[in-house]
């Protein structure tokens, strides 16, 4: 893949980037720009596309229509010039070493994330981060402002920028401004105990089409926006009323549950030497008769510690045998600093010293724990090489590790347990549904998964690929755009 050349660095300073002057016609933001740096062991030598189906999703739309992406590339406390990568502009947005701590790990990882997420952690509120979280988003609003051409369309990307269309709506009129929010919404019973509930509400209706995963995320968003802001919400449109009382605009709000990139997962899935590698994977755990696995990032919503719990058990009670099925848990480092991520890697840490230490053989490990970031080559050779894929989360947005599975698995194999909890649930209805907090139930799952007939695992399989194959990332896209378009000028009510 080509790399671009690495722009120039300003100052280190924290002052609102320079804006550039209406250039783009589709401009995505988001908190991170799609680009990893490429080190050449000593020096910065460029930037590589980062995975991720959004990016390749709209790698067309961007070359096609003059695009940028606006986003932090990672690094606190740099300031960088605009730069040209891969058909894109790509805007830095500085931040500094406190606005990581207070708008990303505080207001968004330990604010928001906990809060949308069921509240499995606590939430916790500061007036710091609040204030840290609206600076920043103020921030990006400038920057996107700045980069957008006349008319252009603006797509804003999740929680940690819930403020921006609305900022975005006052510097920049003549926008069209579409918001997607990637995790859930939660219900106006927990979404109340927010102390800024209403601006939160207010920034988001800054929006001409707030986009969600779930039917039911949209509902508890115009549920909100009736019950905090006195909204006048109709089908699922929302009058946005200017300080004059009369309509400014209308915010529409409607699910679109997004997918991933299944052209490129079912090539690799078909790629000689990655069928090799998931032999080879078998091999080296011992030729089990099943392997299960696990891929998650390292967070509390994603239901590993349950997942241990019940496989551990199934061990104990003899139900399972080391021999016959070993668990490959991939847990990707995740949000390092914050103080329940720590918790949580010492947990399962832990969890997976006492089961390997009980149920281990010199030939069997029982859980093959894997606490690294892999690339996507590697990942397809483990969803060949895995008889049961485990998703257990308590709560997601979606989950993409379900669907890149059932993508995978192009000869109609395999079993996918998956949590009733994600909003991939909604689309994989053919997959063995599970309550991760009903410890038993799991268990009998996963046996029953491991033991699933060969007819029936292929009937699942067969009909979750038939949804999976017609609704990818590339659609999402374009049926979300589409909508923002058609919206500017329709008024259903
Ligand atoms: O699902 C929300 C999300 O922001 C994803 O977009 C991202 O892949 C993941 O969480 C981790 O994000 P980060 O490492 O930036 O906190």
């Given at each position: 893949m080509p790399e671009s050349k690495q722009p120039k660095k300003t100052s280190a300073s924290t002052s609102q980037s320079e804006p550039v002057h209406g250039a783009s016609d589709f401009l995505v933001v988001s908190n991170r720009l799609p680009v990893d740096r490429v080190s050449n062991g000593t020096d910065d030598a460029g930037w590589r596309r980062a995975p991720g189906g959004l990016v390749t999703a709209l790698a067309p739309v961007m070359a096609a229509r003059d695009g940028g992406w606006v986003g932090w590339h990672g690094a606190p406390d740099e300031t960088l010039e605009p730069f040209h990568h891969e058909n894109m502009d790509l805007i830095p947005v500085p931040l500094s070493s406190d606005e990581v701590e207070l708008y990303y790990e505080g207001f968004s990882n330990s604010t928001l994330w906990p809060l949308y997420h069921d509240v499995i952690a606590p939430p916790e509120f500061h007036r710091t981060w609040w204030d840290s979280y609206r600076l920043v988003n103020r921030r990006f609003a400038e920057a996107a402002a700045g980069a957008a051409a006349k008319n252009a369309t603006v797509w804003v990307q999740d929680y940690?920028?819930?403020?921006v269309p609305s900022y975005l709506r006052q510097l920049r009129p003549d926008l069209r401004i579409g918001f997607f929010n990637h995790i859930p919404f939660p219900p106006p019973e927990i979404f109340a105990q927010l102390p800024w509930r209403q601006p939160i509400i207010d920034g988001l209706l800054g929006a001409d089409l707030i986009g969600f995963q779930r039917p039911n995320d949209t509902a508890n968003f115009l549920r909100s926006a009736r019950r905090f802001l006195g909204a006048s919400v109709k089908a699922q449109q929302v009058h946005v009323r200017a300080d004059d009382g009369r309509t400014s605009h209308i915010s529409r709000a409607e699910p679109f549950p997004i997918s991933i990139d299944v052209g490129q997962i079912q090539e690799l899935a078909a790629r000689p030497d990655i069928i090799a590698r998931s032999r080879q994977i078998r091999e080296d755990m011992g030729n089990p008769k099943t392997i299960l696995l696990g891929v998650d990032?390292?967070?509390?919503?994603?239901?590993i510690t349950h997942r241990l719990k019940a496989y551990g058990e199934l061990l104990h009670d003899g139900i399972v045998k080391v021999e016959d099925a070993s668990l490959i848990q991939v847990a990707s480092p995740s949000r390092e600093r914050v103080e329940s991520y720590r918790h949580l890697r010492e947990e399962v840490e832990g969890t997976v010293g006492r089961i390997n230490g009980q149920f281990d053989t010199i030939e069997n490990t029982a859980v093959r724990y894997l606490h690294h970031s892999y690339p996507v080559e590697e990942m397809v050779a483990l969803y060949l090489a895995a008889d049961v894929m485990l998703v257990t989360a308590l709560r997601d947005g979606m989950n993409l590790v379900a669907k890149e599975y059932v993508a995978a698995r192009g000869d109609n194999t395999g079993a996918l347990v998956l949590s009733e909890f994600t909003g991939a649930a909604d689309q994989l209805k053919?997959?063995?549904?599970?309550?991760?907090?009903?410890i038993d139930g799991l268990k009998a799952t996963i046996v029953r998964a491991i033991n699933l007939p060969k007819t029936e695992s292929s009937r699942r399989m067969r009909a979750m690929r038939k949804q999976i194959l017609s609704h990818d990332v590339q659609r999402w896209s374009e049926d979300f755009l589409a909508t923002l378009q058609i919206d500017a000028v329709r008024d259903d009510s």
């Open positions: 940690q920028l819930q403020l990032r390292l967070d509390y919503t994603k239901g053919q997959a063995l549904l599970v309550n991760p907090h009903d």
